[in-house]
């Protein structure tokens, strides 16, 4: 596979912002996020099927620095253009 379906829905009774489903492989995110958070927890919950051998302390480590770097380097949910290839080829 090589991105996971992504599904939005209020998760505020379950008092988290995401959840990562290994089977299936699905990122959970509350419909309310946006900015930053949602850049935020799409990264820790998509690292949570990435490497699911990892401690929730660790992702949130590595989410965070993630977060950041991409932040301050302008990415935004806005420009939707993919005409360059990924590194496998695939777009």
Same mark, same amino acid.
């Given at each position: 596979?090589?991105?996971?379906?992504?599904?939005?829905?209020?998760?505020?009774?379950?008092?988290?912002? @995401?959840?990562? !489903?290994? =089977?299936?492989? /699905?990122? *959970?995110?509350?419909?309310? %996020?946006? @900015?930053?958070? !949602?850049? =935020?927890?799409? /990264?820790? *919950?998509?690292?949570?099927? %990435?490497?699911?051998?990892?401690?929730? =302390?660790?992702?949130?480590?590595?989410?965070?620095?993630?977060?950041?770097?991409?932040?301050?380097?302008?990415?935004?949910?806005?420009?939707?253009?993919?005409?360059?290839?990924?590194?496998?080829?695939?777009?």
């Amino acid at each position: 596979m090589k991105w996971y379906k992504v599904k939005y829905r209020k998760l505020g009774k379950e008092k988290v912002y @995401g959840w990562a !489903h290994h =089977e299936g492989n /699905i990122v *959970e995110m509350d419909s309310r %996020l946006t @900015g930053k958070k !949602h850049m =935020e927890i799409l /990264i820790h *919950e998509s690292m949570h099927l %990435l490497f699911p051998e990892l401690e929730e =302390e660790e992702i949130e480590e590595k989410s965070i620095i993630l977060t950041n770097t991409l932040w301050r380097q302008k990415y935004r949910r806005i420009d939707d253009s993919n005409n360059i290839p990924l590194q496998d080829g695939s777009k």
